[in-house]
């Protein structure tokens, strides 16, 4: 039985119309992705299947007695207290069950004490507590506890500070942490990812993997999704579609379908094109009349297939100033304090030209302390910090900090350049910014909105060295993706602090962990830095089979590609010949046509039984030819 359903859910604010036929089932247990542009309806649908708002129209049926737990996207509201206040209160009937058997045992002792034994009621009533919270788990709660407070990126010394003094990233874990606690049979999660490092994410993954509580985690981590997911709901156009799998299968099942529809287009183009020049190209004489009218009636019938559109996203282009010299970035002995307390210390390395580094660790290890030292906008404490001949870096800031909030859109595009408000816009226009959205002031956007138009002033500017801090943050998938092929293809160095692990598998080629403020560098890319934390205490020689496996996957690639190759021009051989007895079949019938017409054979029967069948094996053939010449066409799309 469905543990969740939703019939044809429509949802508007005003005349925008927000969800429309929203139908999809939830079983228990099922791990879900829930994703989609900005402004597509995911935050809308959570809050929908939570009941914090209600649909306008359709059907939400929940199983009897199902207990769902929501995470908004935006800070929580928390009661006040400490943090351990907090994380009890989902446990809090195992906590008053601890405190009941506590009493009861010291009134054992008491009467114990007073008559030398205990009732036997006093010793039946503890045998029942004491396994009902054996049964609960209340000997685990407190290591339970703190193992989830720890998970998600808290100190033990946390849990008893107030949660009034928090920060919104630390209330929304605090929420969470509160959530994971619980007994649910749904969690709904928005964006759980946003505030947590590598660490507490690798630790939510396999918590969530392992947990027996249904799921739907809207979230823009790709590599989450792989981790989490078994099914993946995508709303596009209000409307939603359902893939089994994780992030990784929907692509590719995306991809078959995208590739289909264009196959499709493209055949019913080459078929109308040849169609429609066999009309145009018509004889005067009847037969040829007759002919192009029945091709007309066959165009007239055939159902429209519309182009496939592509989905909306920015477009990026980056200014490039040339190369810079070998040497980038030179640290040398460098440190950095805040009030007194080191955050970095004697820091020596050197990026060279053409590296891709990937700057990770947890928050507050000081990455992006070390971006602004190479940017400038910081001031070493101790050492120096030198940029190479010919280097010109450009800081993407993760805050925005440069963006004034007072500013519009075009004021802020004008200010920052040469750009007349003509050229303004369409240069805002390439972000996604049209129409009046020019004059929407800074303060007033999303996330998202700010991280594009941050995107666009970054994109004013030439540059070799690139730094790059969280670039992904509040940015859609389709926006992800445009970000990664732009920064794939740029020909400077790169350095990029982020916690999007799928972003940073398809860029990197060195990687510098940070962690209380020393620096690991590894000689390798992302993806082979993920293999090698992976595969810490696997058994010896598992990284050598690893490479002739992906050796031997790469021969086989090469050998499928040249046989590939070599099928295309075998089919475009095939198509030629067929296109040429298509012509002389249809010459055939023209003629036998024009023979059968002929009123000097109506006299002999036999004759004229012999052509009808002639006739009507040619135009037989001539299907067969046609249906040949389609499957060929359609195998070279």
Sequence with gaps: MPLLTLSQIEKAYGTEIILTGITLQLQPGEKTGLIGPNGSGKTTLLKVIAGEIEADKGALHLARGAKIGYLPQESPAIPAGTLRDHLQYPLRHIFALKEEIAILEGEIADHAEREGCSPDEHLERYGVLTARFEEQGGYQVESRLSCVARGLGFELTDLDRDISAFSGGEKTRARLAGLLLQDLDLLLLDEPTNFLDLTALEWLEKYLHDLASALVVVSHDRFFLDRVANRIFALQGHQIRSYSGNYSDYQRQLERE???????????????????????????????????????????????????????????????????????????????????????????????????????????????????????????????????????????????????PRQTLLETITSASELDPKQARNHLG????????????????????????????????????????????????????????????????????????????????????????????????????????????????????????????????????????????????????????????????????????????????????????????????????????????????
């Design 258 to 404: 995208s590739l289909s529809a264009e196959r499709d287009y493209q055949k019913m183009q080459l078929l109308k094109s040849r169609e429609e020049r066999l009309v145009r190209e018509a004889k005067s004489d009847q037969r040829s009349k007759r002919q192009a009218r029945s091709r007309q009636k066959r165009l007239d019938k055939l159902e429209p297939v519309d182009r496939p559109e592509d989905q909306k996203s920015f477009k990026l282009g980056l200014g490039y100033s040339g190369r810079s010299g070998r040497q980038v970035i030179i640290f040398d002995r460098v440190g950095k304090s805040f009030a007194e307390k080191p955050l970095l210390s004697d820091l020596n390395f050197e990026v060279r030209w053409g590296d891709r580094v990937a700057l990770i660790g947890p928050n507050g290890a000081g990455k992006t302390t070390l971006l602004k030292l190479v940017a400038g906008s910081l001031e070493t404490t101790t050492g120096t910090v030198r940029l190479g001949p010919s280097v010109k870096a450009l800081y993407f800031d993760q805050e925005q900090e440069k963006l004034a």
């Design 430 to 637: 390439r972000y996604l910014f049209r129409g009046d959205d020019v004059f929407k002031r800074v303060g007033d956007l999303s996330g998202g909105e700010k991280s594009r138009l941050a995107l666009a002033c970054l994109a004013l500017s030439s540059s070799n060295c690139l730094l790059m801090d969280e670039p992904t943050s509040h940015l859609d998938l389709l926006a992800m993706e445009e970000l990664e092929n732009v920064l794939a293809n740029y020909p400077g160095t790169l350095i990029i602090a982020s916690h999007d692990r799928y972003f940073l598998k398809g860029l990197a080629n060195r990687v510098f962990e940070m962690d209380s403020g020393e620096l690991r560098i590894f000689e390798c890319s992302f993806a082979e830095y993920l293999e090698l934390k992976e595969s810490a205490g696997a058994q010896p020689g598992k990284n050598q089979r690893d490479q002739q496996k992906e050796k031997r996957r790469k021969q086989e690639e090469h050998h499928y590609r040249q046989s590939g190759q070599k099928k295309q021009r075998c089919l475009k051989d095939e198509q030629i010949r067929l296109e040429q007895s298509i012509s002389k079949t249809e010459e055939e019938i023209a003629h036998l046509e024009t023979t059968f017409s002929n009123p000097a054979r109506y006299g002999n029967h036999t004759r004229l039984a012999e052509l009808g069948d002639e006739l009507s094996t040619a135009k037989a053939t001539l299907v067969g030819l046609m249906h040949q010449w389609e499957e060929i066409a359609n195998q070279l799309l």
